[in-house]
């Protein structure tokens, strides 16, 4: 990124206070950022190994029940014509807007 | 405009409108610095530089993934959301004839805690539910039920392409996951020839606002038409998703309100409610009950872990014993294993967390070189945990801040020496 003029403007006020910083601290902010991430994702594995008292979907008793052969809202099972209908989807190709506006110059990355 | 724990938002509750016409997530020219972190953390080039001074915009919602990752790195507190029900769901819930259904994800639980000033990551389930309660909800259903669901479905969609590859009319593999919205609408505006290897599953919360609307309003015998159903994500994405035109399989609107984590901890604030004195309560059944499984679901790496505790059950006739398989486990960038099954053989996976990492994945898909059967994308680095909804810690905005203003010091002094 190029600075510009008003990012000056604002820099030079800014630097008198923060001069001191060092320069790692981009390092930093990532390192801080993925803690802080890492910190999200061991709560979930413990509460998984320890709070959850079923660890499989197939196992969750409201599952069975749902896919009951006989008295189950989705009787005919995983991916069956029921599940079709509610549960799956279709996509659709967005790359025409993208497209046009390349066209007019816009630069994505992709 | 609403601030909403550090975030600004429009209150506006959108309804029949073209969601790819929306800035779910913008920039204050007022308040941007013109610093480009934003910029650093897009994948698709979507925020830019707008003029010579450098302030920054959401170009045009077509090349805008709605991830919110340039809000949540924006030290300036310059980027707001486009959109927000939070008003309308308080209406709903005072009307004595709307039967108001909450449908909390995943990683909502593992990051609300913390506008209450609890540590980063504390589990609050029970009292995310027994705060659902109080605000007025009258169904506490989950979306970790629909994630176990998901799980069912996809898993036996991945075992179902596994088992037809030689066949005529096999669909491809790998065979993505498809319950991230950032990363379904990145692939079908980037990788449309790749759509088919996208698995037909709906994301876990557009299988439970159709389930909702018709087994939960026959279970508990109410009518489907008054039924409003709040999504309740970690992800600003879920808003573009939950308006999606085709999410209308259950005859009604599937999802008729979507927010984030910070909007929930605004709307239990706004309550007066006391969240931290809560005791601890559980999901109403039918549609609320869940596993180990579905709450992994928060983390990169967890849909796959979770698929594997099905697909290894299935596709080996015999038990698992233990449910952790760590190798898929991700923190950041892409990771790869092999996973052996007995009676079946190797099955190869992929997980990638960040959509330029995704992007590595899908040009060797598009190449014809890759090895895998299963592929997870997250758009958010580390999964749903860091997804652009969850609350902005305030020493990491900090830290942001710090860098960003060391960052600049440098170019300014580098500047200086060679003019
Ligand atoms: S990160 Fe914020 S302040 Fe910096 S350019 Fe982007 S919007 Fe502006
Ligand atoms: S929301 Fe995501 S895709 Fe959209 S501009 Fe921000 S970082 Fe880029």
Redesign the pocket.
Known sequence: MKLNRRGFIKVCGMMAGYAVLGANLTREAVAATMDFVGLRQKSVYDADAHIYKVRKSQDNPMVKKLYDHKEGFLHDGPCGHMSHHLLHTHYVDRSARVKVLKEKGYKFNL | MKQIEGVMAQTNAPKGVDPDNLF??QVDPTKCEACGT?EE???????QAINEEGIHQ?VDPA?????????VNCPYDA?YEGVSYVDEIFEKLKDPNTIVVSMPAPAVRYGLGECFGKATGTYVGGQMHAALRQLGFNYIWDNEFAADVTIMEEGTELIQRVKEQGQKDARPLPQFTSCCP?WIKFAETFYPDLLPNLSSCKSPIGMLGPLAKTYGAEETHTPAQKIYTVSIMPC??KKYEGMRPEMADSGFRDIDATIDTRELAYMIKTAGIDFNSLPSQGPDPILGDSTGAATIFGNSGGVMEAALRLAYEVLSGEKLNNPDIKVVRTHEGINTADVKVPHFGTVKVAVASG?KNAAKLCDEVRAGKSPYHFIEIM?CPGGCVNG?GQPVDPDIRASLFRSTVAQINKRFRARRVGA
């Open positions: 779910f997530v934003c953390h897009c994948a698709t080039g979507a925020i959401v090349a805008c993934m709605n991830c919110g990752q340039c809000l980027i950032g600003i994405a959509l758009t652009g």
